[in-house]
């Protein structure tokens, strides 16, 4: 266990931690549970850092590293579908597309076929990691002891409006752009290829 995996590891055992703290009424745990999401977030930008620095990069890595992400990203998206917030359709699309591009990912890398990772797909995981933060963000300011009954008011109003849906929407169709964009550039160098010499 390099220290990278250590670090995925971490991530993923957080990603309990920070949903169970955010379905907490006591908006002081809410904010923990923020704490603990953004802490996850910055060990996947960490480990990846570092095992390429160290050159600590593993097999075990490159499958637990996308996973984590994933598992991160999903689960904060379902627990906004639970708060009412989201609508699960969506969640579900990119969940399934996530997960499908990261087992085709990880097989790829067993096969020791290299895969192009576009810069599309760079944009989508950002784009995805700042909504999520965007909604948490909002889940603390409507939090009267921390903001006052009137804001409190108003990013109420905002989470449950259409907004959402629209950004929601947007995210989801730019998704699964980047996944069918990623199965067409690496049909031929990876999974194609692979087959034949079978």
């Known amino acids: 266990m390099t220290v990278p995996n250590q670090l995925t590891m971490l991530r993923i055992v957080l990603v309990p931690v920070f949903v169970a703290l955010l379905l907490q009424e006591d908006p ?3 904010l923990m549970g923020v704490i603990v999401f953004a802490v996850a977030s910055i060990t996947d930008a960490y480990d990846g850092y570092h095992a390429r620095k160290y050159g600590e990069t593993t097999r075990l890595g490159a499958f637990l590293d996308p996973l984590a992400d994933k598992f991160l990203i999903t689960a904060a998206f379902l627990l906004y579908v639970h708060m009412g917030y989201l609508v699960l359709w969506m969640v579900i ?21 290299p895969v192009v990772t576009s810069r599309e797909a760079k944009y989508k995981t950002l784009a995805q990691n700042v909504f999520a933060y965007v909604i948490m963000v909002l889940l603390i300011m409507k939090e009267k002891v921390f903001f006052g009954s009137r ?13 959402l849906d629209y950004f929601m929407l947007a995210v989801t169709l730019f998704t699964v752009y980047t996944g069918i ?3 067409v550039a690496n049909w031929n160098v990876s999974i194609r290829s692979s087959g034949r010499e079978r």
């Open 28 to 30: 002081y745990v809410k």
């Open 93 to 113: 699309l990119v969940a399934v597309r996530d997960i499908l591009i990261t087992v085709l990912r990880v097989y790829a890398e067993f096969m020791d076929r």
């Open 151 to 163: 804001i409190s008011a108003t990013i109420e109003q905002v989470l449950q409006s259409d907004s």
């Open 181 to 183: 964009s990623y199965l």
